[in-house]
């Protein structure tokens, strides 16, 4: 097994994959590094990655009208970085920005995908990854709508 392949094999996300798959999807992926304040997405851009955390934070923010960048979450090591790249138009959605020095594996968000067409019952299962991971961002995004909102009057 590669580096990258033993550290996907050990997040959550990806914990049912068979090892064929995992080798699969590690050679997709690569090593990436971010230092505080850098931005590792930004929003309206092509969604062409998603990154597993290995170490550090990054903030996941929205511009908020007279107020500037809102942060609507903050993800860390073994969370997952961007679900834009699931569904066209295959933008990014949100801006998100290291807070201290930190490590990813980006994997190619278009292969993913081919892959997933290519073996059903894998696609199936990321996809129903991915969607815990989208009701908890809209969940994360409602409360810190309410906290905002309560906030004002």
């Keep these: 097994m590669t580096g990258i392949e033993t550290f996907l094999a050990g ?13 699969e999807l590690s050679g997709l992926a690569e090593e990436r590094s971010f ?21 550090g934070r990054i903030a996941i923010e929205v511009e908020a009208p007279g ?25 990014w959605t949100f801006t ?19 892959m997933a067409e290519r073996d059903p019952a894998f696609g199936y299962r990321l996809y129903q990854r991915f969607a815990v991971v989208i009701h908890q961002r809209l969940v994360s995004a409602r409360v810190r709508a309410l906290d905002l909102y309560d906030g004002d009057s």
Excluded: C, N
């Excluded at 997040?11 to 080798?23: I, M, N, S």
């Design 96 to 114: 998100a920005r290291a807070l201290e020095p930190t490590r990813t594996v980006a994997i190619d968000a278009a292969a993913v995908r081919t």
């Design 67 to 91: 107020r500037g960048p809102l942060i609507i979450e903050t993800v860390g090591s073994g969370d997952v970085l961007g679900v834009s790249w699931l569904l066209p138009p295959y933008r």
């Design 35 to 55: 230092e505080p304040d850098e931005r590792v997405l930004e929003m309206d851009k092509p969604a062409d990655v998603f990154h597993v955390l290995r170490s």
């Design 11 to 23: 997040v959550d996300l990806l914990a049912d994959l068979t090892p064929e798959q995992l080798a």
